[in-house]
Protein backbone atom coordinates (compact mmCIF):
# COMPACT_ATOMS: atom_id res chain seq x y z
CA UNK A 1 0.00 0.00 0.00
CA UNK A 2 0.90 3.09 -0.87
CA UNK A 3 2.09 5.65 1.83
CA UNK A 4 -0.46 8.37 2.96
CA UNK A 5 0.39 11.97 3.67
CA UNK A 6 -1.98 14.43 5.76
CA UNK A 7 -4.82 12.30 5.50
CA UNK A 8 -5.59 8.92 7.18
CA UNK A 9 -5.07 5.73 4.98
CA UNK A 10 -9.11 5.59 4.49
CA UNK A 11 -8.96 8.45 3.10
CA UNK A 12 -10.80 7.74 -0.61
CA UNK A 13 -9.26 9.27 -3.58
CA UNK A 14 -10.64 8.55 -7.07
CA UNK A 15 -8.70 6.76 -8.97
CA UNK A 16 -9.29 9.39 -12.24
CA UNK A 17 -7.55 11.82 -10.23
CA UNK A 18 -4.40 9.80 -10.39
CA UNK A 19 -4.46 8.75 -13.90
CA UNK A 20 -2.28 11.92 -15.79
CA UNK A 21 -0.98 12.80 -12.10
CA UNK A 22 2.43 14.29 -12.23
CA UNK A 23 4.92 12.37 -9.94
CA UNK A 24 7.24 14.25 -7.97
CA UNK A 25 10.62 13.17 -7.29
CA UNK A 26 12.33 13.51 -3.54
CA UNK A 27 14.05 16.56 -4.53
CA UNK A 28 10.65 18.00 -5.70
CA UNK A 29 11.10 17.35 -9.79
CA UNK A 30 8.91 16.30 -11.75
CA UNK A 31 9.92 12.40 -12.24
CA UNK A 32 6.97 11.69 -14.89
CA UNK A 33 3.40 11.37 -15.36
CA UNK A 34 0.86 8.37 -14.16
CA UNK A 35 -0.81 6.90 -17.58
CA UNK A 36 -2.13 3.82 -16.29
CA UNK A 37 -2.99 2.21 -12.61
CA UNK A 38 -2.91 -2.01 -12.66
CA UNK A 39 -5.41 -3.50 -10.58
CA UNK A 40 -5.62 -7.37 -9.73
CA UNK A 41 -9.03 -8.39 -10.62
CA UNK A 42 -8.62 -11.22 -8.19
CA UNK A 43 -8.19 -8.88 -4.79
CA UNK A 44 -8.88 -5.55 -6.34
CA UNK A 45 -5.05 -4.26 -5.61
CA UNK A 46 -3.25 -1.67 -7.61
CA UNK A 47 0.08 -4.01 -8.02
CA UNK A 48 1.62 -0.97 -9.98
CA UNK A 49 1.42 2.22 -11.62
CA UNK A 50 2.43 2.53 -15.43
CA UNK A 51 4.69 5.55 -15.07
CA UNK A 52 5.69 8.11 -18.46
CA UNK A 53 9.32 9.73 -18.38
CA UNK A 54 10.77 11.97 -20.73
CA UNK A 55 9.64 12.45 -24.34
CA UNK A 56 7.16 14.79 -25.22
CA UNK A 57 3.38 14.32 -26.55
CA UNK A 58 4.00 10.73 -25.58
CA UNK A 59 7.02 10.71 -28.17
CA UNK A 60 10.20 9.43 -26.52
CA UNK A 61 9.27 8.47 -23.31
CA UNK A 62 9.53 5.54 -21.47
CA UNK A 63 7.38 3.82 -19.58
CA UNK A 64 8.22 1.95 -16.27
CA UNK A 65 6.15 -0.58 -13.73
CA UNK A 66 6.46 0.94 -10.54
CA UNK A 67 5.34 -0.65 -7.50
CA UNK A 68 2.18 0.92 -6.18
CA UNK A 69 3.76 0.42 -2.39
CA UNK A 70 6.16 3.20 -3.31
CA UNK A 71 4.14 5.68 -3.68
CA UNK A 72 3.54 8.66 -1.54
CA UNK A 73 0.02 10.17 -1.58
CA UNK A 74 -1.06 13.37 -0.46
CA UNK A 75 -4.78 12.89 -1.27
CA UNK A 76 -5.67 16.12 -0.06
CA UNK A 77 -3.39 18.23 -1.80
CA UNK A 78 -3.63 15.71 -4.98
CA UNK A 79 -0.13 15.02 -5.43
CA UNK A 80 1.90 11.96 -5.74
CA UNK A 81 5.61 11.56 -4.99
CA UNK A 82 8.12 8.99 -5.30
CA UNK A 83 11.34 8.95 -2.84
CA UNK A 84 13.89 8.53 -5.56
CA UNK A 85 15.70 10.73 -8.03
CA UNK A 86 15.25 11.07 -11.76
CA UNK A 87 19.07 9.37 -12.04
CA UNK A 88 17.29 5.68 -10.51
CA UNK A 89 15.36 5.39 -13.82
CA UNK A 90 19.01 5.55 -15.47
CA UNK A 91 20.04 2.47 -17.33
CA UNK A 92 16.38 0.80 -16.95
CA UNK A 93 14.80 -0.13 -19.95
CA UNK A 94 10.70 -0.03 -19.02
CA UNK A 95 8.37 -1.89 -20.81
CA UNK A 96 6.67 -1.24 -24.46
CA UNK A 97 3.56 0.33 -24.67
CA UNK A 98 2.35 -2.90 -26.88
CA UNK A 99 3.32 -5.43 -24.01
CA UNK A 100 2.83 -4.38 -20.79
CA UNK A 101 3.78 -6.63 -17.31
CA UNK A 102 1.68 -8.18 -15.08
CA UNK A 103 4.27 -7.14 -11.81
CA UNK A 104 6.17 -4.38 -11.60
CA UNK A 105 9.56 -4.14 -12.89
CA UNK A 106 12.18 -6.53 -10.60
CA UNK A 107 15.14 -4.38 -11.13
CA UNK A 108 12.91 -0.98 -10.42
CA UNK A 109 11.62 -2.14 -7.49
CA UNK A 110 15.27 -3.39 -6.18
CA UNK A 111 16.39 0.31 -6.88
CA UNK A 112 13.08 2.09 -5.59
CA UNK A 113 14.26 -0.07 -1.98
CA UNK A 114 17.26 0.79 -2.24
CA UNK A 115 17.26 4.53 -2.45
CA UNK A 116 13.92 4.93 -0.69
CA UNK A 117 13.57 7.75 1.72
CA UNK A 118 9.65 8.37 2.16
CA UNK A 119 10.30 10.99 4.60
CA UNK A 120 12.24 13.47 1.35
CA UNK A 121 9.52 12.01 -0.78
CA UNK A 122 6.51 13.43 1.52
CA UNK A 123 8.41 17.05 2.30
CA UNK A 124 9.07 17.21 -1.59
CA UNK A 125 5.01 17.06 -1.86
CA UNK A 126 5.06 19.92 0.71
CA UNK A 127 6.98 21.96 -1.16
CA UNK A 128 5.59 21.15 -4.59
CA UNK A 129 2.30 22.07 -2.98
CA UNK A 130 3.66 25.40 -1.50
CA UNK A 131 4.69 26.37 -4.69
CA UNK A 132 2.50 25.34 -7.51
Known sequence: ?????DASERTLTPA???CATSVLGRDGEKL??????MISAGDGRIDYAALAVGGRFGIGER??????????IDPVAKSVALP???ADFDGLSGFDKDAWPEVP?????????RAARP???AAALRRGNREG
Do not use: K, Q
Not at 1 to 5: E, N
Not at 32 to 37: C, K, M, P, R
Open 105 to 113: DAELTVRLD
Open 63 to 72: LYAVPWACFV
Open 32 to 37: GTIVEL
Open 119 to 121: GEA
Open 84 to 86: VLA
Open 1 to 5: MADVV
Open 16 to 18: SLL
